[in-house]
């Protein structure tokens, strides 16, 4: 599949859904463009806002994007960075220092244990290993050769050496390079940065349009505020400036909506706290004064704040998401269409990134791609179909497995979740999943690469070395059975799952993630999905007996131990697995979310 679309710079116009909590990116963008124009005492609810990040903390010394998730490296530097923002400690930092040694791949820094390097993780791990733990990097010179293998032959800056070698650059993984090169050399003072910066800064000034704005990349359909401050304070850390500063200046001016904070894109249509963080910052990379915008930021700052702490991308009521919609979407009667809910998941389809974003105005990611489609989104927009292909075929990192979102390393649920879009995306009597442009020998590849040696037979982890479980088990196995024969025999797959369904089904109901004593919702879910893909007798007794245990009025939980309702997306779980009790194989869809 190949198009070129521009898709309109706009809001979702339909009906989303608000679950009306805060965002963890959100809570730090707003914190630290408050910290900027030296408004830190307007952080709404201090306390509450404290909680919120202190309480996406693990026990290993990570944090994580919600709680009861994994801890990743993206998470931890936006938790500790926004708490240290607001003047407030840092619990157990020791703690954190040896998580963040564990995502040390020997040369460079992984989001979580045992994943493969990336650029993202390396600036996060780095200045939080710095910045927050007051050490160095572990190994300066070997970080600074792998920092120079991102530098692609046009200039820029890649997500990896593998990519560099493919020639992806992008003005995002040029901030990241250059900031991590600054928080291991002591802001430059002990290591020149390892590149022909002359090659880097042109290619970055190159990004600059006419207008003043930058893109991410040549490709990239429209300049926006996020590509623009990352080209920008770039190009500032290494000593460098714009090809034309008052072009930029005059262009991020441009963007203040009727509050007088920022929009995005030109007509866009809502000042949200991700563009205010970027124009502020780029105001500031410039040496621009910060007085004329910062009574407008800080007051429409403080109408994005969520009762009881933190802050989410636009007013509360109004903050829905990607996967809180399809939720809704989906657990609703199959019998009753919901086009507004599927209209607004269309119009998070928005510039330079073909994916569906977890709230508008953000970043594509595939998991919620996936829950798009799988809500019924661009079902009749053939157009919009080819632009996520496009996309998602972009995405495939070099080990041939899928991040959450562009330039991330790979794992399992997102592997799992970006072969099952491009299976959603081929459909019956269409191209086939050989004709998206996927390497997938290559899916396979990461796939076998996930296997966990020497214990259970068919544990995989979610990335390679990391602890086996059920869920990236069944994951792995749904994977095989989409490549179809030619790739992995499907006798062999069906062979796997019910292998694994025996280990970790619970008697009184439900599968285990880990071991067979105490059943969790994601876990059940991926159990009965992956029973019916490989054609496997269900036993609906036992799987009544957990929908009955995680059911109640006041919604699902994610486990019987765990009180009331998990939220949205448990409840579209919840209500999605009653429903195949009486619906029969091939009632649910491919949900992957942890």
Known sequence: MTATVTTAPRAPRGEGVSGGAPDLWCTYAAVRTLVWLDRTGTVADPDGTAAYLTGRRNADGGYAWSRGMLSDAWATFYCTQALRDMGLPVP?????????????????????????????????????????????????????????????????????????????????????????????????????PPWDVEALAAWMRDRQGEDGGFRFAPA????????????????????????????????????????????????????????????????????????????????????????????????????????????????????????????????????????????????????????????????????????IADWLAGLQNGDGGFGYWEGRGSDMVSTAAAVETAALLAGPGEEGLDGLGLDLAGVLSFVDSCRTTGGEAFAHGNVPGAEPGLRPALQAQRVRLLLGPGFAPPSAAREAVGALLDRHRVRGGGYAGEGNRIPDLLSTYEAVLAADRAGLALDTGHLSAFVDRVRGADGTAWSPLAPGSGGPLADCLGSLLARRLTAGPGALPALALS
């Open 220 to 387: 990239a359909e429209v300049p926006c505020l996020w590509a623009t401050y990352r080209a920008v304070g770039a190009l500032a850390a290494l000593g460098r400036a714009p090809r034309d500063p008052e072009g930029c200046h005059r262009w991020v001016m441009g963007l203040r909506g009727p509050s007088g904070a920022f929009v995005r894109w030109e007509g866009y249509d809502v000042e949200d706290v991700w563009a205010s963080f970027c124009a502020v910052g780029t105001l500031k990379a410039l040496g621009a004064p910060l007085a004329p915008v910062a009574d407008a930021v800080t007051a429409r700052i403080a109408e994005l704040a969520c009762p009881g702490g933190g802050y989410t991308y636009r007013e509360p009521r109004d903050a829905a998401d990607a996967l809180t919609t399809a939720a809704a979407v989906l657990s609703a009667d199959p019998t009753v269409p919901r086009p507004e809910g599927v209209r607004w998941l269309e119009g998070c389809q928005l510039p330079n990134e073909g994916g569906v974003m977890y709230m508008p105005g953000r970043g594509s990611e595939v998991r919620c791609t996936l829950w798009a489609l799988a809500a019924g989104a661009f079902a009749g927009d053939r157009a919009a179909r080819h632009r």
């Open 92 to 192: 157990a930092v020791e703690a954190t220092a040896r998580w963040l040694e564990r995502t040390w791949s020997g040369e460079a820094y992984a989001m979580l244990p045992g994943q493969a390097p990336d650029v993202w993780a390396t600036h996060f791990s780095a200045r939080t290993a710095v910045e927050l733990c007051g050490g160095p990097v572990p190994d300066r010179a070997r970080l600074l050769d792998w920092l120079s293998r991102l530098q692609c032959a046009e200039g820029g800056l890649s997500w990896s050496p593998e990519d560099a070698r493919r020639g992806k650059a992008d003005v995002r993984a040029c901030y990241y390079g250059v900031m991590a090169w600054r928080a291991a050399t002591d802001n430059g003072s002990s290591g020149a």
